[in-house]
């Protein structure tokens, strides 16, 4: 049950494209497509931006998207605005009912 | 509109007993699995545990098992974590969450967590 790695940080200009890394392992990541993102403003719950990996939930904006390759997921945001300044956590699914997040990153608009 | 409010939260002793509740309104509560996840001060989110719709299955993190223990009534749409034996390490911010799964042969796997409630504050210290 050890955290998924990420990235402590993650940097871009308005309209820029930023990617954040979430890598696991075989047991987890690597063994289910069933890795969700959430975005979590300062003082604020977490919000569920990507799920299965590269699904949308209704209401999220098509500039956030998902992929996966091997043990290590990602997400990606493009058009980068001010008010995706927040901190996102990945998450997967890790067998035997259990679910372990990233340690977490904190995304920087310049 | 689904909405999800912990209580219960506050200061307790090391070593002592709390327990939250999470009322749900807006779904059908039964019919979902539930989720606890934490986040300590300044830190990142610990999944905690999580309990089947009927309350027959629960999992937990390894830091917390015997310790804690996730339970639901399905009659007042409301789950709980009660928490014993706490240490200063369980201080947190305790969500509670509604868990989305995929259920097939009697195994059910996790897409993610769809809605959260605010959070209740549980400081251990003395």
């Known amino acids: 049950q050890s955290a998924l790695t990420q990235p402590a940080s993650v940097s871009g200009s308005p309209g820029q494209s930023i990617t954040i890394s979430c890598t696991g392992t075989s047991s987890d990541v690597g063994s289910y497509n069933l890795v969700s993102w959430y975005q979590q403003q300062p003082g604020k719950a977490p919000k569920l931006m990507i799920y299965e990996g590269s699904k949308r939930p209704s209401g999220v904006s098509n500039r956030f998207s998902g992929s996966k390759s091997g043990n290590t997921a990602s997400l990606t945001i493009s058009g980068l605005q001010a008010e995706d300044e927040a901190d996102y956590y990945c998450c997967s699914y890790a067998g035997s009912s259990i679910n372990v997040f990233g340690t977490g990153t904190k995304v920087t608009v310049l | 509109e689904v909405q999800l409010v912990e209580s219960g939260g506050g200061l307790v002793q090391p070593g002592g007993s709390l327990r939250l509740s999470c009322a749900a309104s807006?779904?059908?509560?039964?019919?979902?699995?539930m989720s606890w996840v934490r986040q300590a001060p300044g830190k990142g989110l610990e999944w905690v545990a999580n309990i089947k719709q009927d309350g027959n299955e629960k999992f937990y993190v390894d830091a917390v098992k015997g310790r804690f223990t996730i339970s639901r009534d399905n009659a007042k749409n409301s789950l709980y974590l009660q928490m014993s034996s706490l240490r200063a390490e369980d201080t947190a911010v305790y969500y509670c969450?509604?868990?989305?799964?995929?259920?097939?042969?009697?195994?059910?796997?996790?897409?993610?967590?769809?809605?959260w409630g605010q959070g209740t504050l549980v400081t251990v210290s003395s």
């Open positions: 807006g779904f059908s509560f039964s019919s979902y699995w």
């Open positions: 969450a509604r868990d989305r799964r995929y259920c097939s042969g009697g195994i059910c796997q996790s897409w993610g967590l769809d809605h």
